[in-house]
């Protein structure tokens, strides 16, 4: 019950009240409400706030099951709310209600997260916590294919927030019990969850094991990784943003144009799953250039396969390592610092916000600048893919100067 609902609540926080815009925004612009330039700059003010969101987590109080619910249960209802409030044809308030829905997204996903960990561990069954980040991908397939049908029933946008505003409280309704259900209120000492899928072996004895292992890593080993991240965070977002819009604009009159966003939310979930049986020997940074390759191939596809099949496989390949690669990288962070987990997995949530939030006013200002929206799509994409492919550069350097097997720096 507690990992349904843990997952169930961030279909609502990620794959609704995050992503639901990828898969409305076409329905957007076909209204006239908004132009590419408007929807970069909303796409843009929501992960902002996502960015704000998951700062703020750091100095929310976390010392009680109850209070961890009382939050969580708010964030979902805003969700809901700030869903609601995008068919109101207010435009100015857009922009506002998209950064505010990216903060309690953020809220919603980094507290459920901890939620879920903590409620587990205390029934002895942590090693369910990982289910609960299939619930991003199964938003976005749940979202992804309902706007399918609401385009075919010729919905306005309006109608489509509505709806998943509507679908979002049915979810919040249905999850309700399971946070009522939670642990009295008890005071809790265990420290806060990672914001990425657990490591099964991580999870059995992570103080004895942290505390047998010291800091590793120079600061320029550190400063690397940072970069390499967030280049993963500038590298996926371009496609996770537009892709319905990129599909029209490539295969007009197409009827796969409306599936290739609920295949990629398969495909997160299908890499979750995968994430997380990834054994505890391999060097995390290859596993790392692989995700990054992956996903730039999965980018960069539509470039040079712009069909039906193509744009199949490009949404399974951004998918696939979209959750891996955070997974990847918490884990590289314990082995370099595991006697500061949370400081620089928050720093990396950084540069990776910092990337995302970098994406959409780059398609915008190519859009403007080269007066076509396919050579504007056509060229962020491959500079996203070059930013991926830079990142796992920067990644096979750092295995270079910094072999696991002797973790010494070299600069």
Not at 61 to 78: C, E, F, G, K, N
Request: glycine share 10%; charged share 10%; proline share 5%.
């Amino acid at each position: 019950m507690i990992a349904t609902a843990s997952a169930a609540s961030l279909a609502v926080a990620m794959g609704i009240g995050r992503f639901a815009f990828t898969a409305v925004l076409p329905m957007m612009l076909h209204d006239g409400v908004v132009d590419l330039g408007g929807g970069s700059y909303l796409a843009t003010a929501n992960y902002l706030g996502y960015l704000a969101g998951a700062i703020l987590c750091t100095a929310l109080p976390r010392t009680s099951s109850r209070l961890l619910t009382v939050i969580i249960r708010l964030s979902l209802i805003a969700t809901a709310l700030l869903t609601a409030g995008m068919a109101w044809p207010q435009v100015d308030l857009w922009g506002p209600f998209r950064f505010l829905s990216g903060v309690v997204s953020a809220v919603a996903f980094v507290l459920t997260s901890d939620w879920c960990v903590r409620e587990l561990a205390s029934r002895g069954k942590v090693h369910l916590a990982s289910l609960m980040y299939t619930g991003p991908g199964l938003g976005i397939t749940l979202s992804g294919l309902a706007a399918g049908g609401m385009v075919a029933a010729e919905w306005r946008a309006s109608s489509a927030w509505l709806a998943f505003a509507a679908l979002s409280t049915l979810i919040v309704i249905c999850v309700w019990p399971a946070y009522r259900k939670s642990a009295a209120g008890a005071e809790v000492t265990t420290k806060p969850a990672s914001i990425s899928p657990p490591n099964h072996s991580d999870l059995k004895q992570p103080h004895a094991r942290q505390a047998q292992e010291p800091d590793r890593g120079s600061p320029f080993e550190m400063a690397f990784f940072a970069i390499s991240y967030g280049l993963a965070g500038f590298g996926y977002i371009v496609t996770a943003t537009f892709l319905p819009v990129i599909a029209r604009d490539a295969l007009p009159g197409s009827a796969w144009i409306e599936l290739f966003w609920p295949i990629f939310g398969t495909a997160v979930v299908i890499g979750c799953i995968l994430g997380t049986r990834t054994p505890s020997w391999i060097d995390y940074r290859a596993g790392l250039i692989a995700c990054y390759v992956v996903q730039a191939a999965g980018v960069a596809l539509t470039l040079v396969w712009p069909s039906v099949t193509g744009f199949v496989v490009s949404s399974t390949l951004v998918g696939l390592p979209f959750t891996i690669i955070s997974f990847l990288a918490v884990q590289e962070v314990r082995r370099l610092r595991p006697h500061h987990v949370a400081r620089y997995v928050g720093f990396l949530t950084v540069t990776y916000g910092i990337g995302q939030i970098a994406g959409p006013p780059l398609v915008g200002l190519l859009v403007n600048r080269v007066g076509s929206a396919s050579l504007g799509f056509a060229i962020a994409l491959g500079v996203a893919a070059s930013s991926l492919l830079l990142g796992a550069l920067l990644y096979a350097l750092m295995i270079r100067l910094w072999p696991r097997s002797t973790n010494r720096a070299v600069a």
